[in-house]
């Protein structure tokens, strides 16, 4: 094996074990709603102290996993990127095999609040959001990109039926990450949309009153609004 794959190799052992740590996971999955929080916050979270938890950090800083930004005397940690959002989403589908134990009939233990529409990192996962992005495919608005592993191009009737939504296309386009990915779902176990229309639509649902973020969680009620919104755009309900 040459040093490029050894070092592929140790490089995701070394992963690995960063996140193999249940303090370590819970901090990881509390971060997940792209959300920043302070140490203190988060060693309530791993229910570690004070020391504890700021061990639990550097070794999640140093693994780029997460990163502190300071403002003023506070310092504040979330998650490196979207790439390590949709990385942890992907962990939880594969943990969700684990204790299924193999059965072959899909039983969603996720809460039914968090399952409807919850936050990925800075885009919609759930139910609503399998639907758009399976919808997004039918109308051909995404395309499969096929020269990089689970991206989308927008089509010319993408931009335009986004940006009927009132999504600013342009401004997505105009982000150095990546515009459209597929991110697995953990509660569905099906693709949702990621990326820099991911974030967009999102933050355009939210600026539209169609959710509202849930206090200390990362579910997100449908508003009545939303609903109907979102009925008239999908269908009738969530599958």
């Not at 074990?17 to 979270?45: I, K, Y």
Request: proline content about 3%; overall charge positive; some cysteine.
């Amino acid at each position: 094996m040459d040093d490029k794959h050894n070092f592929a190799d140790m490089a995701l052992a070394e992963l690995a074990q960063s996140m193999a740590e249940p303090t370590r996971a819970r901090m990881l999955c509390c971060l997940m709603d792209g959300h920043a929080r302070t140490a203190t916050e988060l060693a309530a979270v791993g229910e570690v102290g004070a020391s504890t938890a700021s061990a639990h950090l550097a070794r999640l800083s140093s693994a780029g996993l997460i990163e502190c930004q300071s403002q003023g005397r506070h310092r504040y940690y979330k998650l490196a990127g979207g790439e390590v959002g949709a990385a942890l989403e992907a962990m939880l589908v594969l943990a969700g095999r684990s204790i299924s134990k193999g059965l072959k009939t899909f039983e969603p233990s996720t809460p039914p609040g968090m399952r409807e529409a919850r936050r990925c990192y800075d885009h919609l996962a759930g139910d609503w959001a399998v639907r758009l992005h399976d919808h997004a495919l039918r109308r051909a608005w995404l395309v499969v990109d096929a020269a990089l592993p689970r991206a989308y191009t927008l089509s010319e009737t993408g931009a335009a039926g986004f940006a009927a939504l009132g999504l600013d296309v342009a401004a997505a386009r105009s982000t150095r990450r990546r515009l459209a990915c597929a991110c697995m779902d953990w509660s569905v176990r099906s693709p949702h949309l990621g990326g820099a229309l991911g974030a967009a639509w999102l933050a355009l649902l939210t600026e539209q009153g169609w959710v509202v973020g849930e206090l200390d969680s990362r579910a997100l009620r449908i508003t009545p609004r939303g609903l109907s919104k979102l009925q008239q755009l999908l269908g009738s309900g969530p599958a």
